[in-house]
């Protein structure tokens, strides 16, 4: 049996490299050649393993890493003076070939820059943040410094709103964005956002759901986050409990058992006790164990 | 060319955006920041192994692509040519570190330090905890194996296993032919192979 050459061919055709005639040749030798045979499986092994290792960046960190985008987009940065920042952006346009409609639009853009002076010193500044709440698409969502938001829409056109949070259309833009699947980061934005109008049930039952059905875990700890100060709350401590028996992330039961046990209400009881015997993050074990010891509670049930 | 991540956009609509983006247009350029900024990131911090420099060759890379976006020819994808400069940055960080005699963000037992392991997310966790515990152990046998490979090797691997990328774009990031990249991937791939044994 030839196998010279094989690992090479088995592995590009892993790699989805291997032209096709070439993977029929080597199916063909692969069928009457176990070395081969269980070579290929070892490099299908391989890839599923190095699967297991890839890293997501956090929507969090995708967002602020926009906003500063878009803050040095309009500041001057390090050694470089804002005139030279304004002059780079004059070039990209073509500073030779500018009209004077672009160049008053230009100016525009770099003076809506430096007014907004809150703008610039905000770190909650989102130009780059987009997202489709029901036919009206959410572009930016800018946290201001008294608390307030301004959003800015597309209908036909893109404009800004501005006003509390709690107030319409404010809150329910906030809403639609926060069950907006398409871009994590201005679901974690507008969660973070809805925190001030907490008290309304509309808002909570956002957090409820973000908790429960958000893909992200990133976005589950920011609906729990919402959720803080109702942790007393006997249905939002059931929703609590749910999510540290079911959810699939150690960083979200570490959260809800916390939670949960700062007011060490006696419901938590059954809900430690049945965590402990499925639970397989050692810490949440351990923490789970220490609050039923300090209630006095036992640690399984009879 | 290849149209890159634009999903359902066309790679004709890319060369819009670009070409619109050329031309001062600012909501094309957030466009092709918004399509491309999640895969710089996480380049950057699989690279880097740690979030703050990820943050700051984030910045970096779309501040010199937003400088010299005039200059861009179409000669390769936009993301190649995005991912080259990505990719010079973040070796130019990694020889900055070597230089100081620091080692990547990686602490001696092989586990991330704190600023790393702040920005894993697990976006594909698993229902079964305990699968996702093995999976979790795994992932850091893995990431320990990539610690052991040079720069440019890990730069191939993590290009065509993290990101998708064919070995002729690959080549293109390298600015070397789609046989040296080949050749640079089927090294990393034995060295990762041998690192792992009988792990897998």
Same mark, same amino acid.
């Given at each position: 049996m030839n196998c010279t050459g094989r690992t090479e061919q088995i592995w590009l055709y892993c790699y989805g490299e291997l032209p096709l005639t070439e993977a029929e040749e080597l199916f063909k030798h692969i069928e009457t050649c176990a070395a081969c045979r269980a070579?290929?499986?070892?490099?299908? +092994?391989? @890839?599923?393993?190095?699967e297991s290792a890839?890293?997501?960046?956090?929507?969090?960190?995708? $967002?602020?890493?926009?906003?500063?985008?878009? &803050?040095?987009?309009?500041?001057?940065?390090?050694?470089e003076s804002w005139r030279g920042r304004v002059a780079d952006l004059f070039?990209?346009?073509?500073?030779?070939?500018?009209?004077?409609?672009?160049?008053?639009? +230009? /100016?525009?853009?770099?003076?809506?820059?430096? /007014?907004?002076?809150?703008? @610039?010193?905000?770190?909650?500044?989102? @130009?780059f943040s987009r997202s489709e709440p029901g036919g009206v698409r959410v572009c930016f969502i800018e946290h201001g410094p008294s608390g307030e938001v301004r959003l800015e829409i597309e209908e036909s056109r893109r404009r800004w709103i501005r006003g509390a949070v709690a107030r319409e259309p404010v809150r329910s833009l906030l809403v639609a964005a926060a069950r907006?699947?398409?871009?994590? $980061?201005?679901? $974690?934005?507008? /969660?973070?956002?809805?925190?001030?109008?907490?008290?309304?049930?509309?808002?909570?039952?956002?957090?409820? &759901?973000?908790?429960?059905?958000?893909?992200?875990?990133?976005?589950? @700890?920011?609906?729990? &986050?919402?959720?803080?100060p109702y942790a007393d709350d006997p249905q939002h401590r059931r929703v609590l409990a749910e999510a540290l028996l079911r959810d699939a992330d150690a960083s979200v039961r570490v959260m809800a058992v916390e939670l949960l046990a700062a007011s060490r209400q006696p419901d938590i009881v059954e809900t430690l006790q049945a965590l402990l015997g499925r639970e397989s993050d050692a810490y949440i074990r351990q923490r789970s164990a220490g609050i039923?010891?300090?209630?006095?509670a036992s640690p399984g049930i009879f | 060319m290849t149209c890159g991540r634009l999903g359902a #956009?066309?790679?004709?609509?890319?060369?819009?955006?670009?070409?619109?983006?050329?031309?001062?247009?600012?909501?094309? %350029?957030?466009?092709?920041?918004?399509?491309?900024?999640?895969?710089?990131?996480?380049?950057?911090?699989?690279l880097l192994r740690s979030a703050e420099d990820a943050r700051d060759i984030y910045q970096e890379a779309f501040l010199r692509v937003w400088r010299n976006l005039r200059d861009f020819r179409f000669d390769a994808s936009f993301q190649s040519w995005l991912y080259r400069i990505v990719a010079n940055l973040c070796l130019d960080v990694?020889?900055?570190?070597?230089?100081?005699?620091?080692?990547?963000?990686?602490?001696?037992?092989?586990?991330?330090?704190?600023?790393?392991?702040?920005?894993?997310?697990?976006?594909?966790? #698993?229902?079964?905890?305990?699968?996702?515990? %093995?999976?979790?152990?795994?992932?850091?046998r893995v990431r320990s194996a990539l610690d052991g490979l040079t720069s440019r090797e890990r730069l191939v691997f993590e290009l065509r296993h993290f990101h998708g990328m064919r070995l002729k774009?690959?080549?293109?990031?390298?600015?070397?032919?789609?046989?040296?990249a080949k050749n640079c991937l089927f090294r990393a791939t034995q060295k990762m192979r041998q690192a792992l044994g009988d792990f897998l």
């Open positions: 070579e290929l499986e070892r490099q299908r +092994s391989f @890839l599923r393993a190095v890839r890293l997501e960046p956090p929507p969090e960190l995708v $967002a602020s890493c926009r906003r500063e985008l878009a &803050e040095a987009l309009l500041r001057p940065r390090g050694s070039r990209l346009a073509g500073a030779d070939r500018l009209r004077p409609p672009r160049l008053a639009s +230009s /100016l525009a853009l770099v003076a809506v820059g430096f /007014l907004g002076g809150w703008l @610039l010193a905000n770190p909650q500044i989102s @130009l907006d699947a398409a871009d994590p $980061a201005v679901r $974690a934005d507008a /969660l973070e956002a809805l925190r001030q109008a907490s008290e309304s049930p509309e808002v909570r039952a956002v957090f409820v &759901e973000a908790l429960q059905r958000d893909p992200n875990p990133a976005i589950r @700890l920011k609906a729990l &986050e919402g959720l803080r039923l010891r300090a209630m006095n | #956009e066309t790679a004709g609509a890319e060369a819009t955006l670009i070409r619109a983006a050329q031309k001062g247009d600012q909501e094309a %350029f957030e466009r092709l920041v918004r399509t491309y900024d999640a895969d710089v990131l996480r380049l950057a911090m699989s990694l020889r900055k570190r070597k230089a100081r005699g620091h080692a990547s963000a990686v602490t001696g037992n092989g586990r991330l330090t704190p600023d790393a392991l702040d920005i894993l997310a697990e976006p594909r966790a #698993e229902a079964d905890p305990q699968r996702a515990l %093995f999976s979790r152990e795994v992932g850091e774009e690959i080549g293109e990031v390298l600015g070397a032919s789609e046989e040296a």
